[in-house]
């Protein structure tokens, strides 16, 4: 895994940037993620709306379904909103759970900063033929 190449090429995920949405740790098959919780998080109910957590978690997910190099594109994913929050700091850890050749599973559990569960995410990815910087996977 070249995880300098990973980083600046997620570096240009706009909306994940936009959001707030930061890498922590980056392994194969392996992301976590954080975010800042403020103002622009909040619904009219204030607590962190559901787009910044799927943002959060999909960002995860993202992530770590390409750490191989490999382009992979989501194909199905689903979300479980567990508890709300108002503050603080947001987690998205994603693990790879399968990784055979065309179909990658998924799980990404966002937590706040004192590890309670927020969120619940899982995704397939289907890998596509190419690497994330143009050249066929060896």
């Known amino acids: ?3 300098q190449r990973i980083r600046s090429f ?4 706009r909306f994940a940037a936009l959001a707030g ?6 392994k194969p098959g392996y992301c976590r993620c954080k975010l800042e919780v403020s103002e622009k998080h909040l619904n009219a109910v204030n607590v962190v709306q559901g787009g910044a957590i799927f943002t959060l978690a999909d960002f995860a997910f993202a992530v770590a379904s390409n750490s191989h190099g490999q382009l992979a594109l989501a194909i199905n994913v689903n979300i479980s909103f567990l508890a709300g ?3 603080g700091t947001l987690f998205a850890e994603a693990r790879e759970l399968a990784d055979p050749n065309r179909i990658g599973a998924y799980e990404v559990r966002v937590t706040d900063d004192a590890g309670a569960l927020v969120a619940q995410f899982n995704g397939l990815v289907y890998r596509k033929n190419e690497r994330l910087w143009g050249q066929a996977p060896s």
């Open 1 to 3: 895994m070249d995880e």
């Open 10 to 13: 997620f570096s240009g995920d």
């Open 21 to 26: 949405a930061e890498i922590v740790e980056l």
């Open 85 to 87: 929050r108002s503050s």
